[in-house]
Nanobody, 124 residues
């Protein structure tokens, strides 16, 4: 049974930084791509960033490009999202997701497993 557990969310002021972590278990972590999505109140879940199984390929959505960085440590079965220069519009619940293959991918339908999410709140 695949489990994904996010941590690292919290409340920060605009311009601040947070680092999200997602610990994975239940399958061979290094064989699968991973992703981060977010959902703000009243909005649909949207893609943020993705990384391939090996870590050599990454995608980030345009709104966070240059501010957010996705990375992974296959020895620790963990994927990270470093978020810098945070803005109030980044406020959302952030979800870690496990891709169905090696990835990376930006479509929700490509992901088979989801964490419960961690809240990120950015105040102005």
């Amino acid at each position: 049974q695949v489990q994904l557990a996010e941590s690292g969310g919290g409340s920060v002021q605009a311009g601040g930084s947070l680092r999200l972590s997602c610990a994975a278990s239940g399958r061979t972590f290094s064989n699968y791509g991973m992703g981060w999505f977010r959902q703000a109140p009243g909005k649909e879940r949207e893609f943020v960033a993705a990384i391939s199984a090996s870590g050599s390929g990454t995608y980030t959505t345009d709104s966070v490009k240059g501010r957010f960085t996705i990375s992974r440590d296959n020895a620790k079965n963990t994927v990270y999202l470093q978020m810098n220069s945070l803005k109030p519009e980044d406020t959302a619940v952030y979800y870690c997701a496990g891709h169905r293959s090696r990835g990376p991918g930006y479509r929700l339908s490509e992901y088979s497993y989801w964490g419960l999410g961690t809240q990120v709140t950015v105040s102005s």
